[in-house]
């Protein structure tokens, strides 16, 4: 028997859960990405996309949007970026 159902995010293991923030519309080099936290840390990283399998769509969502997610440092100028390996919204 087969399903239409996709379960894609339920073999997914998750690292950390976050919150997106909002997009950053400062005017920098480093600037105009994405706005997150990491868990209870505070510090705010900056992605730029979400993975091309991800059913996110930052231009509708409301913000604050609470995920769960996997990441890794992103290797460049700008410090605090990372990028997003996977990710699904939190659900309570």
Request: glycine share 6%.
């Amino acid at each position: 028997m087969s399903s239409c159902g996709n379960d894609d995010d339920a073999a997914i293991t998750y690292e950390s859960q976050g919150t997106i923030l909002g997009l950053d519309v400062a005017q920098c080099a480093c600037c105009g990405n994405w706005l997150l936290t990491i868990g209870d840390n505070l510090r705010i990283r900056q992605f730029q996309t979400l993975p091309e399998n991800s059913d996110i769509d930052l231009n509708t969502v409301e913000f604050p949007l609470a995920v769960r997610f996997n990441w890794s440092e992103t290797n460049g100028d700008c410090i605090d970026h990372v990028t997003i390996e996977a990710i699904a919204v939190l659900i309570d």
